[in-house]
């Protein structure tokens, strides 16, 4: 029974220390996201708010709770309120099962630095995920406007396309890796650099990469809310904090999303070139911590340096791309992994 | 504990299959449908089958609803008000059907006693055989005719729907 309560204890703690890291993550990815737009457009971005403009993102998050909470007059008021909470908690959710750093031992007790390391790990996060669409398709028919509705419609079709190509990819991914545990699959590319699943999976991961950008909604597929034909799109009508929780677990999306693509291509939390030990102090947690902060910041980096550098998709090319070339292309990559696996089991090499 | 789950479940699911047929609002409906698909992910997690929960929250609740909702927008269906009078022939049978199947199925609950569905606790060997890899070995060696007569089916399906949306070129 104290073992229970210890758990139960010992979850909490891990899940709300998470909770709080993403969250500032989230945050100062906001601030970070103008800073680099600055960079990119020879500006300096933000820089009033404190130093560097660090405060930042507690000025926006006062003026988000400040501004009139508008609800138009004919929309559905019920679901234009749950719609905002809808996606930033689909994005959240995701948390639950990246591992966001080995095991460290602290108070005599092991602690496993992610929230839950269950078997279905890679199902439960494409589950998730195609369920994040609901909060902006709901948004944006809640609002009754035809811009909205418009930038609803194209993400119900944009996300149902890319779920199949990101499927396909994570398809091959398996065959290799042999199970959905996310953690095992970070322990698996441990050790030399080379076992990273980008060098040995390369058609995958640019499937992977590119369905993880349709599917956070980030430029150059950011069609749902494509100011310059659709207003807002899905948040033309949102103000006040509804809208601020929109752009949120937009961020929350990209962050994690970031995350995912580390651990699932890029080694997780794993250090390249450093064995895992049998007993792990605290710092060995701390460190695969770190270390998988760090990757994830870069690749948030490469979200936002791909935003501010190409132009957006045109609907029916978003389309074409994702019907007639990934898919086609995830396919083909499945017959490869699976074809290659043969011959090297056959010749009698693992991996 | 997984008693008092199953109860919360089953009156959730009730309750939103209720709401699915009574709202007048078909975004409405479709989004209780979401929440008694999502119920069913519960019971089978419940039952040890996490692999099933999962596919079924990835291709009914992830999927196939939100295909519901693209085309319900579509077609932007506000309150079916004009929904009324006199049920006509087929939803008479409709009704008659369905409450066959009712009796049908009360007589079967009723004749078996020994049937009920007992949540499967901690037993590991039957969370075992919930997990992909058990599923993957019944359907590729045991099942594997049916399996793969489905796929042939499910292609000759998607070519057909390939063949109807194209447009002849003149």
């Avoid at chain 1, 501004?67 to 234009?80: Q, S, V, Y």
């Avoid at chain 1, 904090?241 to 997780?268: D, P």
């Avoid at chain 1, 064995?275 to 690749?299: D, H, Q, R, V």
């Avoid at chain 2, 609002?25 to 089978?44: E, K």
């Amino acid at each position: 029974m104290t073992e229970t309560i210890a758990f139960l204890i010992e979850k909490s703690i891990v899940a709300a220390g998470f909770f709080v890291v993403v969250l500032g993550v989230v945050a100062y990815a906001t601030l970070g996201e103008r800073k680099i737009a600055g960079y990119f457009q020879d500006r300096h971005g933000p820089n009033r708010a404190g130093p560097w403009g660090i405060l930042q993102p507690i000025a926006d998050g006062v003026k988000f709770f400040a501004k009139e909470d508008f609800i138009p007059d004919r929309a559905d008021k019920i679901l234009f309120v749950i719609a905002p909470t809808f996606t930033f908690m689909a994005a959240g959710f995701i948390m639950a099962v990246i591992p966001f750093g080995d095991r460290l031992t602290i108070f005599g007790r092991e602690v496993l630095l992610q929230i839950a390391d269950i078997n279905i790990g890679i199902l439960y996060i494409l589950a998730i995920s195609g369920l994040g669409a609901y909060g902006i398709v709901i948004g944006g028919w809640a609002s009754n406007n035809k811009y909205s509705l418009m930038g609803g419609i194209r993400t119900s079709g944009q996300l149902i396309s890319y779920e199949i190509a990101m499927g396909l990819a994570i398809v091959a991914l398996l065959l290799d890796h042999g199970t959905m545990s996310l953690r095992t699959i970070v322990m698996q590319q441990s050790g030399a650099i080379w076992h990273w699943s980008v060098f040995t999976h390369p058609i995958g991961f640019m499937i992977f990469l590119v369905s993880a950008f349709a599917e956070a909604s980030r430029m150059p597929f950011d069609l749902p809310e494509a100011e310059n034909e659709l207003v807002g799109g899905y948040h033309t009508e949102y103000s006040s904090m509804k809208f601020g929780l929109f752009q949120f677990g937009e961020y929350t999306h990209m962050t994690l999303a970031s995350g995912l693509i580390i651990t699932l291509y890029f080694g997780g939390w794993s250090i390249p070139f450093v064995p895992i030990p049998e007993n792990p102090g605290i710092l060995w947690g701390l460190l695969t911590f770190c270390a998988f902060w760090a990757k994830t910041l870069l690749m948030m980096f490469v979200f936002m340096w791909v935003r501010w550098t190409l132009p957006r998709f045109r609907y029916d090319q978003l389309m074409n791309l994702g019907w007639k070339k990934l898919i086609p292309l995830g396919i083909f990559n499945i017959v490869l992994t699976a074809g290659l696996l043969l011959v090297f089991q056959s010749m009698g090499l693992t991996n | 504990m997984q008693s008092f789950m199953f109860i919360l479940l089953t009156i959730v699911t009730l309750f939103s299959a209720l709401m699915v047929v009574t709202r007048k609002n078909p975004v409405a409906s479709i989004l209780y449908l979401v929440l008694v698909f999502f119920c069913f992910a519960g019971f089978y997690v419940m039952l040890g089958a996490q692999f099933l929960a999962a596919i079924q929250i990835i291709v009914y609740a992830g999927a196939i609803m939100v295909l519901f909702l693209f085309v319900v927008m579509l077609l932007n269906l506000r309150d079916m008000d004009n929904v009324e009078g006199k049920p006509n022939a087929w939803q008479n049978l409709g009704i008659f059907a369905g409450i066959g199947m009712g009796l049908v199925i009360l007589a079967y609950l009723s004749g078996s006693p020994g049937m009920s569905i007992a949540p499967v606790g901690n037993n590991p060997e039957v969370y075992a055989m919930g997990s992909a890899k058990y599923l993957g070995k019944a359907l590729f060696m045991d099942f594997v005719l049916p399996f793969e007569i489905a796929g042939v089916l499910l292609l000759a399906a998607v070519v057909g729907a390939v063949a109807l949306a194209k447009k002849k070129r003149a």
